[in-house]
């Protein structure tokens, strides 16, 4: 697994930091905090778009975004809870006609505390422009074309 630190947007607009493995381009993996500016974004979203045509996170926790009575989640049950947790819920909404089972999902996180949400949402990878011409992806950071940096050029959605 080569995770590396990344930027997603969602709706063209929001930037949202996450980490993806390399080896499997597979889910983004985002933080609690992460997991819920997320929340926010996708039901802002769908109440917008409608949700029959949207996937919604939702954490669970006070207003704001806080647990009322912060809990530590021991991951392997050895009596070491090395970080706070919420419980995270996915739901996708196209789903719901096949019953609340088939419409929801509950995402915990893994031993260092990532929610790994999932793939083919709403989002896209954020991008940034080089100066020599070349876009490429947020989690790229040196410019294939020309060595330049991505800290020295001008980002898409940051």
Known sequence: MRLVATRFLLDGELAVDAETDLDTGGAPAFSLAGARTLAAATQALAEKVGHERM????????DDG???DPR???YDGDGNAPFPHAIVM????????DGPKAAT??????PTGRYWIGAGWPWEV???????????EWHNPTCDNCGRTRDDQTASGA
């Open 105 to 110: 999902r509950i995402i915990t996180p893994d």
């Open 126 to 136: 954020a991008t940034w422009q080089c100066a020599c011409g070349l876009r490429d």
């Open 90 to 97: 996915v739901i996708t909404w196209d789903h719901m006609a």
């Open 66 to 68: 806080n647990d009322p």
């Open 55 to 62: 996937t919604t996170v939702h954490v669970l926790g006070d």
């Open 72 to 74: 530590d989640y021991d």
